[in-house]
């Protein structure tokens, strides 16, 4: 499905638990004009979105199974840079002309985010407002989240300095574990919650904004903590520089604020709707 804002890549409406998720892994001067107009901008490594699909797991297994391609890329070092090419203002430039999406976007960094939709004990939804000091969208609103890190899963080096041996299988299975823990990570840190109090997360779906065709992977989370509990706990929250505001609000009253989300998490919101409205069928 693809809006004015954003086009779903990849949607599952069950909800996709990690044993059901894998994960394979596989310019400088616009750098500085931003991180001189924002000092608080920092370089990091990101895993890099290269396609998904999804694989029935058939009359035996009777689930599905999510297929999400991964490579790397950072804010600024490697030849496909999100600042160099996401965030160029020429992004459009960088888009090779096919229909097909991993084709499209080849040529960007696409680092991939992530963002719950965490659901309260009275079943509100938690939408924070973004705070000024953040490299894209200062203001606008926004579900929790953030992206996985690469260095969750690096392989210490060896004692006599050569590679670690490790095979693909354990790399792969450590990326998968980093997707579930960090969206949980990010909430935790993002509104204050204690992690004792949210669900294991699942994985329902893929969402890309249009604008700066910027990719996010989206979890449902439920917390068992009421709204006003919640508000109270966001005062301390360890990230709380990144919002200035937390809303808790029905799905109803979501619906009229979408408009002020980036594509991506309005994506989000599109495929929550679908998981309630799948949960509704059974």
């Known amino acids: 499905m693809e809006t004015a804002d954003y086009k779903l890549l990849l949607t599952c409406p069950s909800g996709l638990s990690p044993s059901q998720v894998l994960f394979p892994f596989i310019l400088l001067d616009i750098w500085e004009d931003r991180i001189q107009s924002n000092s608080s901008l920092y370089n990091g490594k990101k895993f890099r979105y290269g396609g998904c699909s999804l694989q029935d797991g058939g009359e035996a297994r009777g689930v599905s199974q999510a297929c999400l391609h991964l490579g790397s890329t950072d804010y600024r070092i490697f030849p496909r840079t999100f600042v160099g090419t996401n965030l160029n203002p020429l992004w459009e430039n960088f888009l090779a002309p ?7 976007c080849q040529h960007t960094a696409s680092p991939l985010g992530n963002g719950a939709i965490v659901v309260t004990a009275d079943n509100e939804i938690v939408v924070l407002r973004r705070s000024d000091n953040v490299g894209e969208f200062a203001g606008h609103l ?6 996985p890190e ?3 899963v690096e392989v210490a080096s060896s004692q006599n300095g050569q590679d670690p041996v490790v095979t693909t299988e354990e790399l792969n299975k450590k990326v ?9 990570r990010e909430v935790v840190e993002e509104i204050g919650v204690p992690a004792t109090s949210l669900s294991t997360p699942v994985f329902i779906g893929l969402s890309r904004r249009i604008l700066n065709v910027r990719p996010a992977a989206f979890f449902y989370m439920k917390c ?3 709204s006003k509990e ?13 919002s200035i505001q ?11 604020m979408k408009s002020k989300m980036p594509g991506c998490h309005q994506g989000g919101f599109a495929l929550y709707k679908l998981m309630i409205e799948a949960s509704t069928k059974v």
Request: glycine share 6%; net charge negative.
């Open 142 to 147: 926004v579900f929790p989240g953030g992206h």
């Open 176 to 184: 998968s574990e980093e997707m579930f823990d960090s969206i949980s």
């Open 246 to 256: 937390l809303h808790t609000v029905s799905p109803v009253i979501l619906e009229h």
């Open 224 to 226: 068992n903590l009421p």
């Open 230 to 242: 919640i508000h109270q706990l966001y005062s301390s929250a360890l990230d709380g520089y990144e």
């Open 150 to 152: 690469p260095e969750k």
């Open 98 to 104: 096919s229909e097909v999406d991993v084709i499209k």
